[in-house]
């Protein structure tokens, strides 16, 4: 059983073109989040929902929207895809927000290649 | 501005011990994080401290200095499946992770 399960895990994609990567948690959690880790490893935040609330929201071009239908489900669009789109996008889950201990759980990534 | 600063690259040898250092300057600080990631994987929860000491779990130990704004990963006998790059991550006040770019280790037998 995944735990944090996210598609596709590759996605190869011409520049300006709509994608989606679609992630779902069966961990009961109640918090989900967006993550871009880029070529030099650095893993940067998105996005966070905590029960469908969008909490965080860092500064990300608005080609960027997420959606989260419920808790279990965090989506991510990106319209007019561009080169420097290009990199690893995670999801991850945690059981709550604001409590300091928030261990995440990691969906497998979803490989991002513009071209 | 806020950041966490750990070496880029380790090597080690096969059954040795290794530590990781992680420095940081946050805006405030609910805890510090280490996790591990595989090349080509997600990165997996290894430790997490608020207070200052040593926790020990397993091979793996992490250690927490606030008032030096200083943490360190200690792997013992260390195994070729600990190749891996570590991440450190502090929270920071507003309970927002800052990552720092990970320390790969490289494990020679």
């Known amino acids: 059983d995944t735990a944090v399960s996210q598609t596709p895990k590759y996605l190869v994609t011409q520049m300006g073109n709509d994608k989606s990567i679609k992630c779902e948690q069966n961990l009961g959690h109640d918090t989900m989040y967006w993550y871009k880790q880029d070529s030099k490893k650095f893993l940067k935040i998105m996005f966070s929902?905590?029960?469908?609330?969008?909490?965080i929201n860092e500064t990300v071009p608005n080609r960027f929207s997420p959606k989260s239908p419920d808790k279990a489900h965090l989506n991510l669009h990106i319209n007019s895809l561009e080169l420097g789109d290009s990199a690893v996008y995670f999801c991850a889950s945690s059981q709550d927000f604001g409590t300091g201990n928030e261990k995440l759980f990691f969906g497998s990534g979803t490989q991002l290649s513009v071209l | 501005g806020q950041n966490i600063d750990q070496p880029t690259e380790m090597t080690a040898t096969e059954g040795a011990i290794v530590q990781i250092n992680c420095t940081y300057q946050?805006?405030?600080?609910?805890?510090l994080f280490w996790y591990q990631q595989h090349a080509g994987e997600a990165p997996t929860f290894l430790s997490y401290n608020v207070l200052d000491g040593l926790e020990e779990k397993g091979r793996f130990s992490s250690f927490l200095s606030r008032s030096k704004g200083y943490s360190y990963l200690l792997l013992k006998e260390l195994q070729m499946k600990d190749s891996a790059s570590y991440l450190c991550a502090v929270m920071d006040s507003n309970y927002q992770l800052i990552w720092g770019a990970g320390t790969k280790l490289i494990i020679k037998p």
């Open positions: 946050t805006s405030g600080f609910n805890g």
């Open positions: 929902y905590n029960n469908k609330e969008l909490i």
